[in-house]
């Protein structure tokens, strides 16, 4: 079946840093969606992406669309404490979101 | 508010029982999935269900069992042929037209 390689798989990080997270498909996607999840809570939407090369922004998050339509990329700027939680990349390659694909996670800490 | 109600928050399960998690939504949403999340993995699908009174097995339905009677409901059953049914086990659902999956809050399972 299709893989999500997402990375790093943890990151510690000082309160006011940025931080960047991948993720790498086997093929090609035609939607890529990132997710945040609290502990012990559903994952919550971040950022819908559905055309390649595109660059989305939310608040102090910006994710892009890979050209090649096999990756995508997450960054946070001037992190915060709040920022802490397990971010999840997924994709879908058919068209719809009736099945989608998700990476294993990154870790985030946030060090105040 | 519109949203998934997924229910109970916590679930424990006796040898050879078979249990019922609820999943309820009032987004009017045509497609339903359950997934089933353990530490360090990312989210495998366990069934899904793009239409009332159809579904789909997903990567992982072995031991499980769905029913989708009604637009709203998309009750999991885990089966005593499940060995190891630890987890925690998402629900989420899905309008048409390429629209991101929204999930639940979760239901955490634990073998008695």
């Known amino acids: 079946g299709q893989q999500l390689n997402q990375s790093p798989q943890s990151m510690f990080i000082q309160e006011g840093e940025d931080v960047s997270m991948n993720c790498t498909s086997s093929?090609?996607?035609?939607?890529w969606l990132w997710y945040k999840q609290d502990p012990g809570e559903g994952p919550v939407l971040l950022i819908a992406?559905?055309?390649?090369?595109e660059l989305t922004s939310n608040g102090r998050l910006t994710a892009q669309f890979g050209i090649t339509r096999k990756d995508s990329f997450l960054n946070i700027s001037a992190s915060i404490p709040s920022d802490v939680g397990i971010y999840f990349c997924s994709g879908n390659s058919g068209g719809s979101n009736y099945k989608l694909t998700f990476g294993k996670g990154t870790l985030l800490t946030v060090n105040p | 508010d519109g949203g998934i109600t997924q229910s109970p928050k916590y679930l424990f399960r006796k040898e050879g029982q078979n249990v019922t998690l609820s999943c309820e939504q009032n987004l009017n949403h045509d497609a339903m999935y359950w997934y089933r999340q353990d530490p360090g993995q990312g989210l495998r699908l366990i069934y899904y269900?793009?239409?009332?009174?159809?579904?789909q097995k997903g990567d992982i339905a072995e031991g499980y069992s769905v029913s989708r009677e009604k637009k709203e409901s998309f009750p999991l059953t885990v089966t005593s042929a499940q060995k190891n049914p630890t987890a925690f086990y998402l629900c989420?659902?899905?309008?048409?037209?390429?629209?991101?999956?929204?999930f639940g809050d979760g239901t955490r399972l634990s073998i008695l």
């Open positions: 093929s090609i996607f035609n939607t």
């Open positions: 992406l559905y055309k390649a090369g």
């Open positions: 269900s793009q239409i009332v009174n159809d579904f």
């Open positions: 989420a659902s899905t309008g048409r037209d390429n629209q991101p999956q929204h």
